[in-house]
């Protein structure tokens, strides 16, 4: 759903209990173009961990290619964890 701006000012109440009981973001429009979007806030944080979860996981393999890249030997897991205190 998607609605101006004013519009969403005048029934703000009703806008956040559309996006809570239909779990899908109402979009706020301005002059034409999408600006905001009311979502329910569990959903967001869902949103949110997943975009971190994504950013390790990219931050990771491009450690991994740079790794592979530079040709230097990694170094063992036993070590690592060794370092870290887990064993």
């Known amino acids: 759903m998607t609605v101006s701006v004013s519009e969403a000012r005048q029934s703000l109440s ?4 559309r996006a809570r ?17 009311i979502v329910d806030a569990d959903d ?15 931050a990771a393999d491009e450690a991994r ?7 230097a030997p990694g170094i063992p897991w036993a070590e690592v964890k060794r370092d870290l205190g887990l064993e």
Not at 14 to 17: L, Q, R, S
Not at 45 to 53: F, P, Q, T, Y
């Open 44 to 58: 967001l944080e869902s949103l949110l961990a997943l975009a971190e979860d994504m950013a390790d996981i990219r």
């Open 65 to 71: 290619a740079e790794l592979s890249r530079s040709g």
């Open 14 to 17: 009703a806008m956040v209990d």
């Open 21 to 37: 009981t239909q779990r899908a973001p109402v979009y706020l429009e301005r002059h034409g173009r999408r600006v905001a979007a």
